[in-house]
């Protein structure tokens, strides 16, 4: 890895608008971390934009779950020493037909849970792998349920 090269995670790196940002980010040259749940599929995701011979590794990260974000934190810090771009990307949607005056409270929960407090959470553990840089950028996903 060349040392200027810029390193980004993307948080739900798997599947979706995640999949994409991974991608995008390696054609523009970033060094991605596809962050997956599932280690075995995001493996898989991992593999397929290897290749097209993208610069892409994956780390199992779950961000509702303190202990699977500092063993992300841990792992990338051992393997990189630093991380410039962060997105948070991970989360729960809709699914197609779903309408949003159908919802349960427990899905509110799991999403409120997800936006508010695992996007903090993974956040400022990952913001310490920044602390010897001048600038990092964190991109936070806009939970929009107004469909
Ligand atoms: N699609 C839209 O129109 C739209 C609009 C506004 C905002 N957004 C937001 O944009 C983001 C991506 O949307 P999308 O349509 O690509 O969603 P998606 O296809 O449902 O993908 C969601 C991704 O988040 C991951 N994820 C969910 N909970 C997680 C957790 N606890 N830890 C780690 N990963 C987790 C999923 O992993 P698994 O594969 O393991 O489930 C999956 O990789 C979401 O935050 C969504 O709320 C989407």
Redesign the pocket.
């Known amino acids: 890895m060349s040392k200027d090269k810029q390193v980004a995670l993307v948080?739900?790196?798997?599947?979706?608008?995640?999949?994409?940002l991974v991608k995008q980010l390696a054609l523009k040259g970033f060094k991605v971390i596809l962050?997956?749940?599932?280690p075995e599929?995001g493996y898989e995701a991992t593999q397929k934009l290897k290749e097209l011979d993208l610069d892409v590794s994956c780390v199992e990260?779950?961000?509702?779950?303190q202990d699977?974000i500092h063993q992300a934190r841990a792992a990338i810090n051992e393997k990189y020493g630093r991380l410039d771009v962060l997105i948070?990307?991970?989360?729960?949607?809709l699914?197609k037909n779903e309408k949003l005056l159908a919802m349960t409270l427990a899905f509110w929960r799991k999403?409120w849970q997800?936006?508010s407090l695992?996007f903090t959470m993974s956040s400022v553990r990952l913001f310490l792998l920044w602390k010897n840089k001048v600038t990092g950028e964190l991109l936070m996903?806009?939970?929009?349920?107004g469909?």
Do not use: C, H, K, W
């Open positions: 948080t739900g790196g798997n599947r979706g608008i995640g999949y994409e962050a997956s749940r599932d599929i990260m779950d961000v509702a779950n699977s948070n990307n991970a989360g729960v949607y699914e999403q997800l936006t695992a996903f806009p939970q929009n349920m469909r």
